[in-house]
């Protein structure tokens, strides 16, 4: 009994912070539109905790992103919805595609107080305080759970087919809600490939008689997962193509996507129904204040003693976490918050913030004189003795919310960040990165015909967390290349990992090599990658 009333009152001091908010930090990459994918300069990143300019002194309680998104959500206490980021198929809710770098206030939701938000890859959907749901982006898998999926895209909120919602979360291409309704407490909706949706079925077919191409039939309409009809689900949390649920009984469920072991199950199979982790069962159960996190090819959680565990793909190198195991780096760590994202995570525990993983945008946080990956949890120094009320993670940025109170003085110290207006877009950016957007475009008009011609030939080896292009990236997200490159690289054990770093090495090669066969280009770009590979240990 003392252990529920324990974590009933961190629960409550949880809501009470919620509710008086914080000062948003951003840190990562700002280049919106080249953000994983292999054209262009990638620079103006914010390598340390930076304020953002039209959020200074605004106290925000909730932020959102996604191990897959390339845009955020940010929600005030008064429920105002800010969102900002890529915007190519409407998932800032601004009834447009135009990017935006500042955080914007979605107008169209201005009538409703938004508690709660989610971010897929490219679709947004937020909770109200009356229990309604709205989505807005793309809805081609049906994500939007509007009920249908003949308009591709909705760039300006619609409602969601379902009531009395409590919170949400978001997969890739695919969307979760828990609600209050006896029997249907965990709803589903969109791309059914790997099972992530949890009906026991992909809903694959062949696209005709007499073709070999496969298709997914979307699910536009939120359906209650019936194997959980007798289960009260009280915390959910989506990678790319799997989910990770609990219930009232601290009981841990995943299913989807099974590569790299980010089930935790001891083997890589696909789960198209939830299925138990054997591993928080008995005396492991997780508690009520226990914090669930979902990256795109790991999972974690915290059990019994605010004890992390971790399972999948944890580190781009070395053998993958087959099944939930302690994170010995924070025992004995108070864990309030955490969130992971492509392969990098932030977590909030006493008054320091820790983060680690592989980094390419700054999204750490370690600032200019700190690493810029680290396999192992390290302090974000910038951020020592801060109170951290809430994390959340992209692709190639982190955000975080730090409690005003005692640091006012240290919180006028760090930088404000800028950015462009949304009518200053195709125009001369700010003088903040004065020429650095305008080069970027310009150069990844230039290599975007040569990537495409490249991309065949090498994506064949990269894992599942790198995008390259709109098409490359919806195949990346679906965990196509992702498979293709752990079965690939199983045999050679070590050769598995030296992918995930394809991406930084890629700019070298154009040019000089097009004339070239694809294995000495393979030959040369492995070279390139060991010796890149070598540099972060010395650090």
């Not at 939930?324 to 913030?353: E, Q, T, Y």
């Amino acid at each position: 009994m003392a252990a529920v009333s324990e974590g009933k009152m961190v629960e409550e001091e949880k809501k009470l912070e919620e509710e008086k908010g914080g000062e948003l930090l951003f840190c990562g990459a700002t280049c919106w539109d080249v953000i994983g994918r292999k054209k262009g300069a990638q620079e103006g990143n914010l390598i340390s905790p930076t304020r953002l300019r039209p959020l200074v002194g605004v106290d925000i309680r909730f932020v959102a992103s996604g191990c897959a998104s390339c845009h955020c959500v940010a929600l005030d206490v008064q429920g105002r919805c800010y969102t900002w980021g890529r915007n190519e198929k409407g998932q800032l809710g601004h009834g447009d595609a135009i990017q935006r770098d500042r955080p914007t206030v979605v107008s169209e939701l201005s009538k409703y107080k938004i508690i709660k938000a989610g971010a897929g890859k490219s679709h947004t959907v937020v909770v109200t305080d009356e229990g309604q749901s709205l989505a807005f982006g793309w809805n081609k898998h049906g994500q939007l759970g509007s009920g249908s999926a003949k308009t591709e895209i909705e760039s300006s909120p619609v409602r969601c087919h379902l009531s009395d919602v409590k919170t949400t979360a978001c997969g890739a291409d695919f969307t979760v809600w828990l609600t209050s309704v006896e029997g249907a407490s965990i709803l589903t909706a969109g791309l059914p490939q790997y099972g992530q949706l949890g009906h026991g079925t992909d809903n694959e077919y062949n696209t005709k008689d007499s073709s070999v191409r496969l298709a997914y039939e979307a699910q536009p309409r939120p359906r209650a997962i019936a194997s959980l009809s007798g289960e009260t689900i009280v915390k959910v949390a989506c990678g790319s193509n799997h989910t990770v649920a609990v219930n009232s009984s601290g009981h841990v469920y995943t299913w989807g996507f099974g590569g790299y072991g980010r089930l935790g199950h001891r083997e890589q199979k696909d789960e198209w129904v939830p299925r138990r982790v054997d591993v928080f069962q008995r005396q492991n159960v997780l508690p009520s204040d226990a914090v669930i996190s979902a990256g795109s090819v790991n999972s974690s959680c915290t059990a019994g003693g605010g004890q992390l565990y971790m399972w999948g793909k944890i580190k781009n190198t070395g053998d993958d976490w087959m099944y939930p195991k302690p994170l010995m780096d924070l025992s004995g760590w108070n864990i309030r918050c955490m969130d992971s994202g492509n392969m990098h995570h932030f977590v909030g525990a006493d008054n320091s913030c820790i983060s680690w993983g592989h980094a390419q945008y700054g999204e750490l946080g370690y600032g200019p004189n700190g690493q810029k990956s680290s396999a192992i949890p390290k302090k974000v120094d910038i951020l020592e003795g801060m109170h951290v009320i809430g994390v959340t993670c992209g692709m190639g940025h982190s955000m975080v919310i730090v409690d005003r109170t005692n640091v006012g003085e240290r919180l006028d110290e760090l930088d404000i960040y800028d950015g462009k207006a949304s009518g200053e877009v195709s125009e001369e950016p700010e003088s903040k990165t004065p020429v650095v957007k305008q080069n970027m475009k310009r150069s990844a008009a230039t290599v975007s015909d040569n990537s495409k011609k490249r991309k065949k030939s090498k994506n064949n080896s990269d894992s599942e967390e790198e995008m390259s292009d709109e098409e490359s990236e919806e195949e990346q997200a679906n965990g196509k290349l992702g498979q293709k490159g752990k079965r690939a690289g199983k045999g050679s054990g070590k050769g598995r990992g030296k992918g995930g770093k394809k991406s930084e090495t890629v700019d070298k090669g154009p040019g000089r090599g097009q004339g070239r066969s694809s294995s000495a280009k393979s030959a040369r770009s492995s070279q390139a990658k060991t010796v890149k590979r070598g540099r972060p240990r010395k650090a």
